[in-house]
Nanobody, 115 residues
């Protein structure tokens, strides 16, 4: 069973919006933080946003004011609403879930922003 399943990536013009979703499978218990990371070609994977089980959020400076992370604990699902997208937001976006004993990663979803 795939631990994290992402959806919502795609191609969008600069200034547009996308909403990413990530659902954790029932095999993952006691999730603490859930978050989104991204990796552009030739670059290291970097944090985009993370949300704790209590709802505290952290954002990368590069996306503050344009991105909102939200979470449905009952569904073990995390969302990433991205607005005012820029070409530099182009990357593969990965969902992450952290428990007390493990970190899980999604398979990644491509986000491409055209200028």
């Amino acid at each position: 069973q795939v631990p994290l399943v992402e959806s919502g990536g795609g191609l969008v013009q600069a200034g547009g919006s996308l909403r990413l979703s990530c659902a954790a499978s029932g095999s993952i218990f006691n999730i603490n933080d859930m978050g989104w990371y991204r990796q552009a070609p030739g670059k290291q994977r970097e944090l985009v946003a993370v949300i704790s089980s209590g709802g505290s959020t952290t954002y990368a400076d590069s996306v503050k004011g344009r991105v909102t992370i939200a979470r449905d604990n009952a569904k073990n699902t995390v969302y990433l609403q991205m607005n005012s997208l820029k070409p530099e937001d182009t990357a593969v976006y990965y969902c992450s879930a952290v428990t007390t004993v493990n970190r899980y990663w999604g398979q990644g979803t491509q986000v491409t922003v055209s200028s």
